[in-house]
């Protein structure tokens, strides 16, 4: 192999490995059965807006930080989500209220589930009301100004706060208190 092609193949590589260890920082091996029941799956109509969103994404777990950049449009009968590592699409969501669709790079571990991706987004954009009327037995969720919990029997489970509104501008920091993650969000309008 010549040289062009050895950093090119390394490249490749070590660009595989740092998109593993990015999307492995949401992903949890024993999941508690709550997340799982909570089951949160929104129309998109009822986000009350359309989005179209540039996103850069920071996950913090275990001591470890990752990365990874995101495109999010929104409309009352659509929603479209493209992760991107290192320039490369890692993972696609299409949802339109009834059925969820997604793409997911074929190094991506089990853990990452489209249902969970969709869920916290849903968590954090969609009008508290909307949330309410979909939450199943035991869970709520309240807002107090710039924050946003997430409940399961009275415990925190899920704590939002916003940097401003409308809930998708500037800088949301979602801190999921049962899977030990902590997300910032820097969204950017890309026009709609």
Not at 76 to 90: C, D, F, I, K, P
Not at 133 to 152: I, S
Request: hydrophobic letters at 40%; glycine letters at 8%.
């Amino acid at each position: 192999m010549h040289r062009a092609g050895l950093i090119q193949h390394l490249t490749t590589g070590a660009a595989l490995l740092l998109l593993l260890s990015v999307l492995t920082g949401c992903a949890t091996p024993a999941r508690p059965a709550g997340r799982q029941l909570l089951g949160l799956k929104l129309a998109p109509a009822a986000l009350g807006a359309s989005i179209s969103l540039q996103q850069h994404l920071t996950v913090q777990r275990d001591g470890r930080t990752d990365e990874l950049d995101a495109a999010l449009e929104v409309d009352s009968e659509h929603l479209e989500l493209v992760g991107l590592a290192l320039g490369q699409r890692v993972l696609s969501l299409h949802y339109d209220g009834q059925n969820l669709q997604s793409w997911r790079h074929l190094m991506l571990p089990a853990q990452v589930r489209a249902e969970d991706v969709l869920e916290d987004l849903q968590l954090t954009l969609w009008p508290l009301e909307s949330i309410r009327q979909a939450l199943p037995a035991g869970w709520r969720v309240e807002e107090n100004g710039l924050r946003r919990t997430l409940l399961l029997d009275d415990a925190p489970v899920t704590v939002i706060d916003y940097s401003g509104s409308p809930r998708w501008s500037g800088t949301v920091e979602l801190s999921n208190l049962r899977y030990h993650y902590h997300l910032t969000i820097q969204s950017v309008s890309s026009g709609s």
